[in-house]
């Protein structure tokens, strides 16, 4: 985890400190979440033409790029824009961010792209798992109770 000032990991621990009811997940969010930075802007461009995405449809477009682009990752959690805002985007495999949904007309010298990222990676094989059993959850808070239902590792009434 990089030890830096970052506006994200702040707004995750507000979300803590406000949210009774979950603030197992945040903590475990938090603990399993990675911050990244390195934007591979070209290759966001090259997946989002492949995968004709479309804007503010970041879940959707992520979700249908993992199954056909196989060296990437399903990463889902916040990006900083003016704002911390719920995101998706991808990983390759040099840990670069892909982008498609923010790179729909950018160019380099007026991009739409976070200045960092920030969150956790789904596998490819519980991503669908977890979408049909509820559309409108995030997946990482989903991913987070299929674990600890699996691991009882938190009590029922934490979750």
């Given at each position: 985890?990089?030890?830096?000032?970052?506006?994200?990991?702040?707004?995750?621990?507000?979300?803590?400190?406000?949210?009774?009811?979950?603030?197992?997940?945040?903590?475990?969010?938090?603990?399993?979440?990675?911050?990244?930075?390195?934007?591979?802007?070209?290759?966001?461009?090259?997946?989002?033409?492949?995968?004709?995405?479309?804007?503010?449809?970041?879940?959707?477009?992520?979700?249908?790029?993992?199954?056909?682009?196989?060296?990437?990752?399903?990463?889902?959690?916040?990006?900083?824009?003016?704002?911390?805002?719920?995101h998706a985007f991808l990983v390759n495999n040099n840990n670069e961010v892909i982008d498609p949904t923010l790179s729909i007309n950018t160019d380099i010298s007026n991009d739409r792209y976070g200045s960092e990222y920030y969150g956790i990676e789904i596998p490819?094989?519980?991503?669908?798992?977890?979408?049909?059993?509820?559309?409108?959850?995030?997946?990482?808070?989903?991913?987070?109770?299929?674990?600890?239902?699996?691991?009882?590792?938190?009590?029922?009434?934490?979750?």
């Open positions: 985890m990089n030890i830096y000032k970052s506006e994200l990991l702040d707004h995750v621990d507000q979300l803590a400190k406000f949210m009774d009811k979950t603030k197992n997940y945040h903590k475990w969010f938090k603990e399993n979440a990675i911050i990244y930075n390195k934007i591979n802007k070209i290759e966001s461009v090259k997946v989002q033409k492949r995968n004709r995405t479309k804007i503010k449809r970041c879940f959707d477009n992520c979700y249908k790029a993992v199954y056909k682009e196989e060296n990437l990752k399903y990463i889902e959690g916040y990006t900083m824009s003016l704002i911390p805002i719920e490819r094989n519980m991503i669908a798992r977890l979408r049909i059993k509820d559309q409108y959850s995030p997946l990482p808070f989903l991913y987070f109770k299929y674990l600890t239902s699996k691991r009882n590792i938190y009590t029922k009434e934490n979750q």
